[in-house]
């Protein structure tokens, strides 16, 4: 069984930036594709970013965040800059077993708890 807990969500201002992270344990992280996720209020969960061979990012914040990862640390990051009050919302981590550039929420196998981000127009 893996776990994963995100961290490092907080609330910033329009433009800021947040880094967050997603740390692994109980399983063979580098073998999984690492999915980040979110869900605004009152809104469905949507795909942002995927890292496994390669990265993939949703159109909305492609060129505003990054994803990467340490093997090293079991850890996926996300980075996210040029923040907009449209980036309000809870963001998951998810573990693909399949090691795809899914953006599809079924395809992910485990998932963390989430950490809010709140950005302030």
């Known amino acids: 069984q893996v776990q994963l807990v995100e961290s490092g969500g907080g609330l910033v201002q329009t433009g800021g930036s947040l880094r967050l992270s997603c740390a692994a344990s109980?399983?063979?992280?580098?073998?999984?594709?690492m999915g980040w996720f979110r869900q605004a209020p009152g809104k469905e969960r949507e795909f942002v970013a995927v890292?496994?061979?390669?990265?993939a990012y949703a159109d909305s914040v492609k060129g505003r965040f990054t994803i990467s990862r340490d093997n090293a640390k079991n850890t996926v990051y996300l980075q996210m800059n040029r923040l907009k009050p449209e980036d309000t919302a809870v963001y998951y981590c998810?573990?693909?077993?399949?090691?795809?550039?899914?953006?599809?929420?079924?395809?992910?196998?485990?998932w963390g708890q989430g950490t809010q981000v709140t950005v302030s127009s």
């Open positions: 998810a573990a693909d077993r399949g090691f795809d550039l899914s953006t599809t929420q079924a395809r992910y196998d485990y």
């Open positions: 109980g399983g063979t992280f580098r073998s999984y594709a």
């Open positions: 890292i496994s061979w390669s990265t």
